[in-house]
């Protein structure tokens, strides 16, 4: 078999495996960019960097001064055209931002592919292996290290039973919870009702249960929503 063509082959089996490692961590963890996806990711890039940096013996029949061999600009015309496909697994519902960490292993796998394609197999392999430390032993990592939960609180009186914002939020504070934002104000219904809107944090997520139990419990309090932020 021609040089050549084992060289060729050789990058894109690299650019696969790595694609399929990083791509079964995705899956297993139920995301929406998956195995096939981060392997097609990974090989596209791995085959379009080899175009880039092989131009002059795929080309071959052409005059040499007709080529232009840039292998930065193929590489970044390839990172910029991963950006829109990451961007696609982004999705925003409310105070929730999921489709962050997929985007990024989307990113990643293809600068993978890129190296690949150039030949780099040592820095492909070891970034490879920090990518599915970063996604899978960071996890554990991540769950242990203390964090503040966001959520956002809407509370409803009616008019003539409103109580005041300081009465409010000394309510949330008894539930070792903290006012993040300022709060909104906002009148509805022809001016029946009246709305208090603030962002709210707390290092125990359970406290939010025990604010919606507390409210749920005051009968000034018409009604409410307490809607938790994740970010992924």
């Given at each position: 078999?021609d040089?050549?063509?084992?060289t060729v082959?050789?990058?894109?089996?690299?650019?696969?495996?790595?694609?399929?490692?990083?791509?079964?961590?995705?899956t297993?963890?139920?995301?929406?960019?998956?195995?096939?996806?981060?392997?097609?990711?990974?090989?596209?890039?791995?085959l379009?960097m080899?175009?880039?940096?092989?131009?002059?013996?795929?080309?071959?029949?052409?005059?040499?001064e007709?080529?232009?061999?840039?292998p930065?600009?193929?590489?970044?015309?390839?990172?910029?055209?991963i950006?829109f496909?990451?961007?696609?697994?982004?999705?925003?519902?409310?105070?929730?931002?999921?489709?962050?960490?997929t985007?990024a292993s989307?990113w990643?796998?293809?600068?993978?592919?890129?190296?690949i394609?150039?030949?780099?197999?040592l820095?492909?392999?070891?970034?490879t292996?920090?990518?599915?430390?970063?996604?899978?032993?960071?996890?554990w990592?991540?769950?242990?290290?203390?964090?503040?939960?966001?959520?956002?609180l809407a509370?409803?009186?009616?008019?003539?039973?409103?109580?005041?914002?300081?009465?409010?939020?000394?309510?949330i504070?008894r539930?070792?919870?903290?006012?993040?934002?300022n709060?909104?104000?906002?009148?509805?219904a022809?001016g029946?009702?009246?709305?208090y809107?603030l962002?709210?944090r707390?290092?125990?997520?359970?406290?939010?249960?025990?604010?919606?139990d507390?409210?749920?419990?005051?009968?000034?309090?018409l009604e409410?929503?307490?809607?938790?932020?994740?970010e992924?």
């Amino acid at each position: 078999m021609d040089t050549s063509v084992i060289t060729v082959l050789t990058h894109l089996l690299g650019a696969t495996l790595a694609g399929a490692l990083i791509g079964l961590e995705r899956t297993y963890h139920g995301r929406p960019a998956g195995f096939r996806t981060h392997v097609l990711v990974c090989a596209a890039s791995s085959l379009l960097m080899l175009l880039g940096t092989k131009q002059a013996a795929i080309l071959s029949g052409l005059p040499p001064e007709s080529l232009r061999i840039d292998p930065a600009r193929m590489a970044q015309g390839i990172m910029t055209g991963i950006g829109f496909l990451g961007a696609g697994v982004i999705m925003k519902d409310g105070l929730s931002v999921r489709g962050l960490t997929t985007a990024a292993s989307i990113w990643i796998t293809a600068s993978i592919g890129v190296i690949i394609g150039a030949g780099f197999y040592l820095p492909a392999a070891m970034a490879t292996a920090l990518t599915l430390a970063t996604l899978s032993l960071f996890r554990w990592l991540e769950a242990t290290v203390p964090t503040l939960a966001y959520a956002r609180l809407a509370v409803r009186y009616t008019r003539t039973a409103q109580i005041s914002e300081n009465t409010l939020i000394m309510l949330i504070q008894r539930q070792d919870i903290s006012v993040a934002s300022n709060t909104t104000y906002r009148q509805s219904a022809e001016g029946k009702f009246f709305d208090y809107e603030l962002s709210i944090r707390s290092a125990e997520t359970e406290n939010f249960r025990r604010l919606a139990d507390v409210l749920a419990a005051t009968s000034e309090v018409l009604e409410f929503s307490l809607t938790p932020a994740s970010e992924k």
